[in-house]
């Protein structure tokens, strides 16, 4: 499990969202943060698509949080963010995807499991009201 640019940008643009609670555009969102406007501008898109922001077009467009921050896990955040979901392996949430063929035999897979389920219970339980 790698998390990316992508994910920092997206928790700190929606940190500044929920902060500031008015809708956002992107080239202000990104001076603030000092990043890219086109990278800021498709991890954005990506979170709306996904039911974390709503997105406004149109010369006053931008973006605002659809739901309360207190609402709002990390792990829904990253995934849409990464595009992926939160897997220390590609096996550690299913047998089905392992890729040694060893499936049911595999002997580490216990262990993968347990711990992709303690990470997944971690980020589903902390919100973006929590960091802020």
């Known amino acids: 499990m790698l998390l990316t640019k992508a994910s920092e940008y997206a928790l700190l643009s929606l940190v500044l969202m929920a902060r500031s609670q008015k809708q956002e555009d992107v080239d202000t969102l990104s001076k603030r943060l000092g990043i890219s406007r086109s990278f800021l501008a498709k991890i954005l898109q990506s979170l709306a698509r996904d039911g974390i922001l709503i997105s406004y077009k149109g010369a006053k467009g931008g973006f605002a949080l659809e739901k309360k921050p207190s609402e709002i896990t990390i792990r829904e955040v990253i995934e849409s963010a990464e595009k992926r979901p939160i897997n220390i392996f590609e096996c ?9 063929g060893k499936g049911d035999f595999c002997v580490i897979w216990p ?22």
């Open 111 to 132: 262990f993968l499991h347990k711990f992709q389920t303690k990470i997944d219970d971690f980020l589903d339980g902390m919100t973006l009201d929590e960091i802020m």
């Open 92 to 100: 550690s949430s299913s047998q089905e995807f392992c890729s040694s």
